[in-house]
């Protein structure tokens, strides 16, 4: 700890930035405090860095990506490899930070663990992934070939609602294919990203490679601006998604920013309701609703909404709130502030005319008493006009709204302003495959509530859910990463001897 951080840190853990292959207190000696939410207390204190904090962070990336760059792809594989294999073995150390810091129960932890190691898994095969193509002869003695080379420093800006799986989206494809990383996650959970930066070491990556700043605006924006970071991957809410996207544009960078959502389920009356309300009900308060693809809004079309409301609110009597290290089924909010805003729109839902059939104020929690909970809350009777169902509430709050046809769910769908995940629940295939078709939105569900592509597909909303073309992974991943470069070669002999001013054209 450095002298000059406050009186009142020095007696509490105080989470350093990772540059260089090593912990670093930076010059900034402003700090934000890290909850754990299960128990409403400062757990710890993480830096939030300056500017000049950023600068070194980058400086260490861009003196690593000559080396980096130039190292084989056997070697990165390996190394890449080890990685995949020490996560493994150690998931549930990674698993305990994310529900100390986040809240989120053990076994929500690891199936995030679990989707970020798949992306590592599509990693592996860079070598594969990132090959050029070959066109031999295009003109007489003439190939051309293309390359896929690393940009350089790529800046990484990630929520908190998914402090492994978000990052893991995008530095296992950077760092593969050659590029050096900084990330800066997020200030309320940021434990995860220096033991995965560290892990990241351990399996053999040379420091500097991967960096962690941690910080608040001043050092997102220090990245957005800074002339040696080559692109910008962001998630987060969609005001900051705009602002980061416009920004970094701006300063000539490539970026993807991914933002926030208001998912939809459509039940048609002939889906099997007992399958639905649990479809329902998982994705609706699975992580307390703090995912981007959570579902918020049941859109029932009649007469299944009597039915479908009572399987809802029957099941949600089941669920047991608490700690999410004692096994439960939610666990609590992020932060106190998040938990009261949330909260607050059970009373504007009853202002707006809606029926509030489970309230999740006062829940039993098997946690201390100071933790940030809410219990699951269950609307009926919304307006598409209230705002409750206009707002990204990013909690445990499934809303239902009535509607009398399928096309009268599919219109409130394209209406939305936000394009993320969807899902339609029926038993009518032709119904399934005209919504896929119609729907305006980026991830679609067939009978399957929570659509996060696979690793080897690509992940992206539409709408004000994403700025730029840019999904994250898959294909995409490989695409952002890299830069193509295409090559025309001819080795000379006498026949390509003369003048000719004219446009190259192939004979
Ligand atoms: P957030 O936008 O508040 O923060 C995201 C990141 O931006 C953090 O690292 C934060 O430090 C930084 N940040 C915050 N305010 C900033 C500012 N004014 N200027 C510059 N940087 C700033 O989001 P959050 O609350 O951490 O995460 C929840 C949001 O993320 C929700 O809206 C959710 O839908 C969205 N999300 C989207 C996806 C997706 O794939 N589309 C995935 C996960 C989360």
Redesign the pocket.
Same mark, same amino acid.
């Given at each position: 700890m450095t002298d000059t951080l406050t009186d009142t840190l020095t007696d509490t853990e105080v989470l350093n930035h990772w540059i260089n292959g090593a912990n670093h207190e930076g010059s900034s000696t402003r700090t934000a405090p890290v909850y754990n939410p299960a128990r409403g207390i400062v757990a710890k204190q993480v830096r939030l860095a300056s500017t000049a904090d950023v600068d070194a962070a980058v400086a260490s990336a861009l003196a690593a990506f000559p080396v980096w760059r130039e190292t084989s792809q056997a070697k990165r594989q390996t190394i890449m490899y080890n990685f995949r294999e020490l996560l493994n073995a150690r998931k549930g150390e990674l698993a305990d930070i994310l529900t100390a810091e986040h809240g989120k129960v053990t076994a929500d932890a690891l199936g995030e663990i679990a989707r970020g190691i798949e992306v590592v898994e599509f990693a592996l095969g860079m070598p594969h992934l990132a090959k050029g193509e070959f066109s031999e002869n295009v003109s007489t003695g003439v190939d051309v070939y293309t390359l896929r080379q690393p940009l350089g420093v790529v800046g990484i800006?990630?929520?908190?609602?998914?402090p492994a799986m978000?990052p893991m989206w995008f530095y296992p494809i950077a760092i593969a294919a050659g590029n050096t990383v900084v990330l @800066?996650?997020?200030?309320?959970d940021p434990s995860a990203a220096n033991w995965m930066a560290e892990l990241m070491m351990e399996a053999g990556l040379p420091a500097g490679v991967f960096n962690v700043i941690h910080g608040? @605006?001043e050092a997102?924006?220090a990245l957005l601006v800074h002339p040696d970071v080559q692109s910008i991957s962001f998630?987060?809410?969609?005001p900051?998604a705009k602002?980061i996207f416009e920004t970094a544009s701006s300063h000539g960078k490539r970026v993807q920013a991914?933002?926030?959502?208001k998912n939809h389920m459509l039940v048609l009356p002939d889906a099997d309701l007992d399958l639905t309300a649990d479809a329902a009900v998982n994705a609706g308060f699975g992580s307390a609703g703090e995912r981007?693809m959570a579902i918020s809004v049941v859109l029932a079309v009649e007469p299944v909404a009597d039915d479908l409301i009572a399987k809802i609110a029957e099941r949600m009597k089941g669920l047991r709130v608490g700690d999410g290290m004692r096994g439960c089924d939610m666990g609590p909010l992020i932060t106190e502030a998040h938990r009261d805003k949330v909260a607050s729109y059970i009373d504007l839902a009853t202002t707006d005319g809606a029926d509030v059939v489970v309230d999740g104020r006062g829940v039993e929690v098997d946690g201390e008493a100071s933790g940030f909970w809410l219990g699951p809350t269950l609307f009926d009777k919304v307006s598409t006009e209230s705002a409750v169902y206009q707002d990204?509430i990013?909690g445990p709050v499934l809303s239902v709204v009535r509607v009398e046809s399928y096309e009268e769910g599919l219109d409130i769908i394209n209406r939305g302003r936000y394009g993320?995940g969807t899902a339609i629940f029926t038993n009518d295939g032709g119904a399934g495959r005209r919504f896929q078709h119609e729907v305006q939105v980026g991830m679609v569900g067939i009978n399957v509530p929570i659509p996060v592509p696979v690793a080897y597909h690509s992940?992206g909303?539409w709408k004000e859910?994403?700025f730029g073309d840019a999904k994250a992974y898959g294909p995409a991943g490989i695409a952002f990463f890299t830069r193509e470069k295409a090559v025309t070669s001819r080795w000379l002999d006498p026949s390509h001897g003369g003048i000719n001013l004219g446009f190259p054209q192939s004979h």
């Open positions: 800006i990630s929520p908190f609602n998914f978000v @800066k996650p997020s200030e309320k608040d @605006k997102v924006d998630v987060g809410s969609t900051i602002y991914l933002g926030g959502a981007c990204e990013f993320n992940f909303g859910s994403a």
